[in-house]
């Protein structure tokens, strides 16, 4: 084999070399690229995400707000109960106080 015949070999080679490679990788990618309704399957799940977080924040705001007045509305009960507590020990006392005058007026 003389320098043309191995130069020309060589070439035929690399070009079937290069063929091949180029064959393959276009087939890596024919098979690997994703479809248009993958993508608009991934927009719509996107979306859903989206539209659920939303949802999600929404229920949190709602939650804290009513938390708030929920407990605004528990510290004016214990109020009320307190005053109320408070004001029934005063007619518990002023009753023991009257039943001691009736028992002392009844008995002079």
């Keep these: 084999m003389n320098r043309t015949e191995f130069v020309i070999t060589t070439a035929i080679i690399l070009f079937v070399a290069f063929c091949l490679g180029w064959f393959a990788n276009w087939l890596v990618h024919r098979f690997t690229r994703v479809s248009q309704a993958d993508m608009d399957q991934l927009e719509r799940m996107s979306q ?61």
């Design 48 to 108: 859903e995400l989206h539209e659920a977080e939303e949802t999600r924040d929404q229920a949190i705001t709602y939650l804290q707000q009513r938390e708030a007045e929920l407990t605004n509305q528990l510290a004016q009960t214990e109020a009320e109960l307190a005053a109320a507590m408070e004001g029934l020990r005063d007619a518990r006392h002023e009753a023991e106080e009257m039943r001691v005058y009736v028992e002392r007026m009844n008995a002079n």
